[in-house]
C-alpha cells in the first residue's frame, strides 16, 4: 500500500534522530528488532566515481576501460519498471544547501507500482540514463542494491522486487550512521569489488581530505600523513577528488568488477 504523504513528512522529521537508531542497534535485544525491522535481507554496493578509478586495462584505449556507472547501466537495462523519485528524501529533511534536493533515488522492479504517485514518476531507461550523468555532474556519488528501509518508508513491497540506485552527497547521506551502527548492520553496506583507496608518499598532510569529505569518518591523521581506515572506507573516491597532490589512489585490483557487482545484487532482486 503507497505510503500517504503525511507519513512522509514524518519520515523527513525523523530523520535526523538516524544517529540514536543507529547507537541502540549495539544492544543485543534491540538489534535483532532494527536489523529485522528495517535491514533484513540488505546488500548495497558503493560505486566509486567514474572520474577517480583506476582500472589495469590499457588507457590509451578508453573503450576499454569499463567505468563503475556501467553496473547500474546494467540494471536500468535489464529493468522493466523504473520510477525516479522527485526528491531525495535525505537532502530534503536535513535542508542540504550543497547538493541538488531534486535530484533523488532510483527505483527499478515491480515494487515501484505502489509508490505514492505525488513522489515521483514512471519513466523510460533513457531518462533513467540521463537522471543519472546528471547527479554525475552534480558531484553525487551511486550506491545501488537491496535496501528494505526503501520498502518500509515507501510502502513498495514485496522487498525482492525493489532494487535502489541512490545518489548520495557526503552531508546528508544516510549511510552516515555506518561508524556507529552495529557491525552486523553496517557490512551490509560495502566497497565495489576489488576497490582499494590508499594514500602514497606524496602526502604531505594538508588534512583537506579530512575535513567534511568522507562520509563515513574513514579517513584520519598520523603525523603529518592522512591514513584510510578500510575497515570504514567505502570507496566512495570523494578523498581522491579533493586531494591537490594526487596522493590519494583508488584502484580496482580485477577489471572484472562489473561482473563480480552484478553477480552479488542480481540474484537478490527481480526486475522483470
Not at 18 to 31: I, V
Not at 60 to 69: C, F
Not at 181 to 198: A, F, N
Amino acid at each position: 500500500m503507497a505510503r500517504p504523504l503525511w507519513f512522509v513528512e514524518l519520515v523527513k522529521k525523523s530523520f535526523p534522530t538516524r544517529f540514536l537508531l543507529a547507537r541502540l542497534s549495539r544492544y543485543a535485544g534491540l538489534r535483532q528488532v532494527i536489523d529485522h525491522m528495517l535491514f533484513a535481507g540488505d546488500d548495497i554496493i558503493y560505486l566509486p566515481k567514474d572520474n577517480v578509478i583506476q582500472v589495469g586495462v590499457d588507457l590509451t584505449r578508453p573503450s576499454d576501460v569499463i567505468l563503475p556507472s556501467r553496473v547500474i547501466e546494467h540494471f536500468i537495462q535489464e529493468a522493466n519498471h523504473l520510477w525516479l523519485m522527485n526528491f531525495c528524501i535525505c537532502r530534503a529533511a536535513e535542508g542540504c544547501q550543497d547538493y541538488p534536493v531534486e535530484l533523488g533515488c532510483l527505483f527499478l522492479g515491480e515494487a515501484v507500482e505502489k509508490i505514492n504517485p505525488e513522489l515521483g514518476r514512471r519513466v523510460s531507461k533513457e531518462e533513467a540514463l540521463a537522471h543519472l550523468q546528471r547527479c554525475r555532474e552534480a558531484g553525487l556519488v551511486h550506491l545501488v542494491g537491496r535496501n528494505k528501509l526503501d520498502t518500509v518508508w515507501l510502502g513498495a513491497n514485496p522487498g525482492h522486487k525493489l532494487l535502489t540506485i541512490c545518489n548520495c552527497c557526503p552531508c546528508c547521506c544516510l549511510w552516515r550512521v555506518l561508524p556507529v551502527i552495529d557491525e552486523s548492520i553496517s557490512r551490509k553496506v560495502t566497497k565495489m569489488p576489488g576497490v582499494s583507496v590508499t594514500v602514497t608518499e606524496a602526502c604531505k598532510g594538508c588534512k583537506l581530505c579530512t575535513r567534511d569529505v568522507c562520509f563515513v569518518q574513514a579517513i584520519h591523521m598520523e603525523g603529518k600523513t592522512a591514513v584510510i581506515d578500510e575497515t570504514l572506507c567505502r570507496g566512495c573516491g570523494r578523498c581522491v577528488e579533493v586531494c591537490p597532490l594526487d596522493a590519494i589512489e583508488l584502484t580496482v585490483a580485477d577489471s572484472s568488477f562489473m561482473a563480480a557487482a552484478i553477480g552479488r545484487i542480481a540474484p537478490l532482486v527481480d526486475l522483470q
